[in-house]
T-cell receptor, first 114, second 112 residues
Framework: GQSLEQPSEVTAVEGAIVQINCTYQTSGFYGLSWYQQHDGGAPTFLSYNALDGLEETGRFSSFLSRSDSYGYLLLQELQMKDSASYFCAVRDQGSGAGSYQLTFGKGTKLSVIP | EAQVTQNPRYLITVTGKKLTVTCSQNMNHEYMSWYRQDPGLGLRQIYYSMNVEVTDKGDVPEGYKVSRKEKRNFPLILESPSPNQTSLYFC???????????FGPGTRLTVT
């Protein structure tokens, strides 16, 4: 089986830096993805890490440690528009070697305050 | 424009009345999937498809059916909807299951 744990809510000040953690338990691992979802909208892809280390895309960075089954999303220079829910996701082999099932965390609601 | 479309966007129906939610993508993606989103539960995968005529169960397949007769289309079928299937449904596609998923705009379904 698989499970992902992430904080349910985070609040941060505009202009600050915030880190959203994700720990996972999977049978086989094929990478950790992050998605952003604004209220009333569809999830949109932010990043994907298959190997250990930090991936940077503008103000957003994502980190992975496979040995610790842990990753995080780092948001810098927070803006009001970053208020949204953030989901981590993994592909898991829990259903067997031929499984292509994707599992999402329950999401972290980020509130950016002035 | 690369996109995933879903129809209808909103649907109110009654228990037991069969319905189909359509999903179509124009990116020639092989991998397609359906999710439901409920408050506090995040996104849960219902079914996925690796290619035409290849489908498999996700986390919550009970009460749902899918088909993949063409690469671009992946309809979700509720043969006898029940109130516990009231939810927000998303279709998604990607070139590979682990990679960037492109989501449709969502279908809000209410079953009374």
């Amino acid at each position: 089986g698989q499970s992902l744990e992430q904080p349910s809510e985070v609040t941060a000040v505009e202009g600050a830096i915030v880190q959203i953690n994700c720990t996972y338990q999977t049978s086989g691992f094929y990478g950790l993805s992050w998605y952003q979802q604004h209220d009333g909208g569809a999830p949109t892809f932010l990043s994907y890490n298959a190997l250990d280390g930090l991936e940077e895309t503008g103000r957003f960075s994502s980190f992975l440690s496979r040995s610790d089954s842990y990753g995080y999303l780092l948001l810098q220079e927070l803006q009001m528009k970053d208020s949204a829910s953030y989901f981590c996701a993994v592909r898991d082999q829990g259903s067997g070697a031929g499984s292509y099932q994707l599992t999402f965390g329950k999401g972290t609601k980020l509130s950016v305050i002035p | 424009e690369a996109q995933v479309t879903q129809n209808p966007r909103y649907l109110i129906t009654v228990t037991g009345k069969k319905l189909t939610v359509t999903c179509s993508q124009n990116m020639n993606h092989e991998y397609m999937s359906w999710y439901r989103q409920d408050p506090g539960l995040g996104l849960r995968q219902i079914y996925y498809s690796m290619n035409v005529e290849v489908t498999d169960k996700g986390d919550v397949p009970e009460g749902y059916k899918v088909s993949r007769k063409e690469k671009r289309n992946f309809p979700l079928i509720l043969e006898s909807p029940s109130p516990n299937q009231t939810s927000l449904y998303f279709c998604a596609s990607s070139s590979q299951p682990s990679r960037e998923q492109y989501f449709g705009p969502g279908t809000r379904l209410t079953v009374t």
